[in-house]
């Protein structure tokens, strides 16, 4: 049955609502990307945003944002919802020397990352959607419009489907702490997720 609205479709990306909410964020993203509106079930948003804050500045409670056993957290939720209710996605922690570019051009193949990169002094979560010869593609929850002069990153703030920065592969993988750079390999970490199409009988 159609209605003035039309068929279900994929909804666009969302930015953060705060400064520290990229976790969360970037997680809703992931579910848009994969699923549409209508296969999107309302107690993974709830669960993503319930998990996704556990660190405090003073007595502020989650005004910290995400750690990384948050992280941990909602990877392991995800496994575990999809495995009792049969709900098509598979994911997967990966840490440290494991997150470098044959991981990226291995599971960007069929899937999709969650990345941690460098981001000023803070933790910040982007959604990795595809990666080339030249550049790495990503969607940025952060929104802006006064972009920083790199000469290896790119902004797109009118794309909301797909990815918003484009960033030399290069510049990605190094292991400095300037913006969007993987950073340190030992503060490395990633998720990686697959829509599972068929599941076994």
Known sequence: MHTIYG?????????QMSERSSLP????????????????PNILIQRIYQYAFDLSFSKEIAS?????????LLVHFLQDYAKNFS??????M???????????????LHGIIVT???????DHYVLVTRIDRE????FDPYYTVNEKELDEVWYFNDRFFDYNRKIKVPYFFQTDSHFFMLGEISR???????????FPV
Request: proline share 3%.
């Open 7 to 15: 068929d279900f479709m994929k909804s666009p990306f969302h930015y």
């Open 25 to 40: 964020t970037t997680y809703c993203n992931l579910l848009l990307y994969l699923f549409k509106r209508e296969e999107i």
């Open 64 to 72: 910290g944002g995400s750690s990384r056993v948050a992280h941990l």
């Open 87 to 92: 709900f098509p996605l598979s994911g997967e």
């Open 94 to 108: 990966i840490y440290g020397a494991k997150v470098d570019l044959k991981l990226f051009q291995t599971v960007l």
């Open 116 to 122: 941690k990169v460098c981001f000023e002094e803070r």
């Open 135 to 138: 550049f790495v593609y990503l």
């Open 188 to 198: 490395r970490e990633c998720a990686l997720f697959y829509r599972i199409h068929h």
